[in-house]
């Protein structure tokens, strides 16, 4: 079946501008996780999803960064007056419950001038 | 922050030996698992260890854990041209898997 896909697969935005990226998890998973990588570190938690609502969202950097899935289903990471300092590689993974493997998109690169 | 750290940072050997990295980790955990991720991009995961494991097999793939000293390691035996990619551990905690990685090892196998 399909995987998770992230679109847009690069975005490139201006300092100060809004941008959303979107997750689309794999069928019937109910747990969403979004991630950020920076270059040559590890991937670092910023929210997690068990359905509709956010579980967790200690890892959001500051109040700029929001997110959302609306019906469970899709998720949406907004990022409001983007800086510098925000270019990474948004990564989204889900996993069918919340004990289960988390599976990963390709991830959204995201470059912000 | 990052919960673990791979040792060794960067990796290279000749395609048939075997690979071990190894990764450390601060707090108590429920599981261990090691990802693959190749070009900076997707992630591909490999094994999941749990707490009251201490080795697991998979394929060409061996874990270790030893949850006294807060480690993990991977050992890949015959290596491959195509296991050239960089190694991430995770850990995770608490009621879901809030998963904290590890800075990675990066492999290269040269044909």
């Known amino acids: 079946g399909a995987g998770v896909s992230q679109t847009p697969s690069n975005k490139v935005t201006e300092k100060g501008k809004y941008v959303e990226l979107r997750c689309d998890p794999i069928?019937?998973?109910?747990?969403l996780y979004w991630y950020r990588q920076s270059l040559g570190q590890g991937p670092e938690f910023l929210i997690y999803?068990?359905?509709?609502?956010?579980?967790?969202d200690s890892g959001l950097p500051n109040d700029r960064f929001f997110a959302v899935r609306p019906e469970g289903s899709v998720s949406t990471l907004k990022i409001q007056r983007t800086e510098r300092g925000d270019s990474a590689v948004y990564l989204c993974a889900s996993s069918r419950t919340a004990q289960e493997t988390q599976y990963f998109g390709p991830g959204t690169r995201l470059l912000v001038l | 922050s990052q919960q673990g750290e791979e040792d060794p940072q960067a990796l290279s050997i000749q395609e048939g030996e075997n690979a071990t990295m190894n990764c450390s980790y601060k707090?108590?955990?429920?599981?261990l698992q090691w990802y693959r991720q190749n070009s900076g991009r997707g992630l591909v995961h490999l094994i999941l260890i749990r707490s009251n494991e201490r080795e697991k097999h998979s394929g060409r793939l061996r874990v270790t854990l030893d949850t006294s000293k807060k480690s993990s390691s991977l050992l890949i035996t015959a290596s491959r041209a195509a296991d050239t990619a960089s190694y991430f551990c995770?850990?995770?905690?608490?009621?879901?898997?809030?998963?904290?990685f590890g800075t990675g090892t990066k492999l290269q196998v040269i044909p």
């Open positions: 069928s019937g998973h109910t747990a």
């Open positions: 995770a850990t995770d905690w608490g009621g879901y898997q809030k998963v904290t």
């Open positions: 999803f068990q359905g509709t609502g956010a579980a967790d």
């Open positions: 707090t108590s955990i429920n599981n």
